[in-house]
């Protein structure tokens, strides 16, 4: 399977501990998202990396959430000190940036991260 | 306000029937995606588009970038169709923005 994988796919954690995503882009993709989904929302974009560098962040990504890409591919997702309102699906996306106009960065989605904070 | 209003919130399907989806949005836009989350959560890109029309299959997407407006269309829905039909816009500086999603029922 060649396309993008999260792991855990579901988390149970109690309020106040810190817990980590991974997510796994395609191969050759250089660009990253993260997004968090709400029940009944659509998702909303968290932050997204071109290679290792982080290009933009969201101000829905509190001081409480990290996000790493240390070698410009596999990424990691970190919210520490969880609180309920952080109980979501957390998905992750990549794309092909090949700075030929935008319109072609077509992002393929991963199954995503449920987290459950009690 | 937000930047994409999807219509309607939900909808229910005899098999067989034409189904529309309407998206709306409000700001300048590269591209704009037609995305279907089933109930498992995964996500699917069914079209993006920046200008026209795309077909496949049974599935047809237009775009007015005049007017901001997007719909999707499926013929013949069939009971797989059934799942969360999802509408994104990818801003000039290249972020997503999501719709809320319609969540689409066909009844056998």
């Known amino acids: 399977d060649t396309g993008v994988s999260q792991d855990p796919r579901h988390k149970i954690t109690k309020r106040g501990q810190n817990v980590t995503f991974r997510c796994d882009p395609i191969s050759e993709h250089n660009r990253l998202y993260w997004y968090r989904q709400t029940l009944g929302q659509g998702p909303e974009f968290l932050t997204y990396f071109q290679n290792e560098a982080q290009l933009e962040k969201s101000r829905l990504l509190s001081d409480r959430f990290s996000a790493e890409r240390p070698k410009g591919s596999f990424s990691t997702l970190e919210i520490q000190r969880t609180e309920q309102g952080d109980s979501a699906m957390y998905l992750c996306?990549?794309?092909?940036?090949?700075?030929?106009?935008?319109?072609?960065?077509?992002?393929?989605f991963g199954p995503g991260t449920r987290l459950t904070v009690l | 306000k937000n930047e994409v209003e999807q219509s309607p919130q939900n909808l229910t399907a005899q098999e067989g029937e034409f189904i529309t989806i309407n998206c709306s949005y409000s700001v300048g836009i590269s591209a704009l995606h037609w995305l279907q989350q089933h109930p498992g959560g995964g996500i699917v890109s069914l079209f993006m588009?920046?200008?026209g029309k795309k077909k496949h299959g049974r599935l047809i997407a237009t775009i007015n970038i005049q007017e901001k407006h997007s719909s999707l269309h499926i013929t013949a829905s069939h009971p797989r169709d059934s799942a969360v039909y999802i509408c994104?816009?990818?801003?000039?500086?290249?972020?997503?923005?999501f719709g809320a999603g319609t969540r689409l029922t066909v009844k056998p």
């Open positions: 588009l920046s200008s």
């Open positions: 994104a816009i990818r801003g000039n500086n290249n972020d997503m923005r």
């Open positions: 996306a990549s794309s092909l940036a090949t700075g030929t106009p935008s319109s072609y960065n077509e992002q393929f």
